[in-house]
């Protein structure tokens, strides 16, 4: 499945779900999907990973992670992860890698802080 696909069947109709404003970014150098609600932010970047063994590696391109670690030194902690795995989409903490077990959906948790008035 592509990022887009993932988007589109997934991502999307879950925000409208939960009333958030959400925006598809083509453009390189800022987090694929854009959401909000309530004057605040969420940024997640997306990435499908299909390997069934070992870690699990989203395909980071030069520069993703500097910029997200860049972005919470100042201050900015509302950017996540949604890696679409094994048929299932997932919120994490931006990272390098992920063991299978450390894959624990934390949406509930990041889109909370949207729904703070």
Known sequence: MTESEVYEKWVRPMCREEGLFVMRVEQPGVP?????????????????????????KPSWRPGQLSWIRLN????????????????????LPPRENYAREELVCLKDLYLKNLKTI
């Open 72 to 91: 919470a030194h100042y201050g900015n902690k509302n950017i996540c992860l949604i890696l679409y795995y094994e048929g299932q989409v997932y919120f």
């Open 32 to 56: 694929d999907v854009y959401m909000a609600k309530n004057g605040n932010v969420l940024w997640g970047e997306l990435k499908c990973v299909s390997k069934k063994i070992g870690l699990i």
